[in-house]
């Protein structure tokens, strides 16, 4: 059965760093698509990056392209985002995200996701 299980997450000042990581098992094959998603209270889910593991196709979500860097170890089937300069604003619950099958549409559509994990928190305080 797949699964995903994230870590990695915790409590920051502002302008500090993390790197979360997700690891992946059960899967026949390595998902079309994975991402990272986050959500603070009383807002919707979003997506902050996207990528494609097997060719390498990174997507950025808005506000975070240059402080969020998403990557995948193949070999560790493990998907990783480095997050830096965090900012208050960034605190939420981070998900990882699996798709097995091929979608045309945004990156960041949950629709295609059908793999979550339980999700790691990041605090960020002044």
């Known amino acids: 059965q797949p699964n995903l299980v994230e870590s990695g997450g915790g409590s920051v000042p502002t302008g500090g760093s993390l790197t979360l990581s997700c690891v992946a098992s059960?899967?026949?094959?390595?998902?079309?698509?994975m991402a990272w998603f986050r959500q603070s209270p009383g807002k919707e889910r979003e997506g902050v990056a996207g990528?494609?593991?097997?060719?390498?196709?990174?997507y950025n979500g808005e506000g975070v392209a240059d402080r969020f860097t998403i990557s995948f170890d193949k070999a560790k089937r493990t998907l990783y985002l480095q997050v830096n300069d965090l900012k208050i604003e960034d605190t939420a619950d981070y998900y990882c995200?699996?798709?097995?099958?091929?979608?045309?549409?945004?990156?960041?559509?949950?629709?295609?996701?059908?793999?979550w994990g339980q999700g790691t928190r990041i605090t960020v305080s002044s």
């Open positions: 995200a699996a798709a097995t099958h091929d979608w045309m549409g945004s990156p960041f559509s949950r629709r295609q996701y059908s793999y």
């Open positions: 059960g899967f026949s094959d390595t998902p079309q698509r």
């Open positions: 990528i494609r593991p097997s060719e390498g196709r990174i």
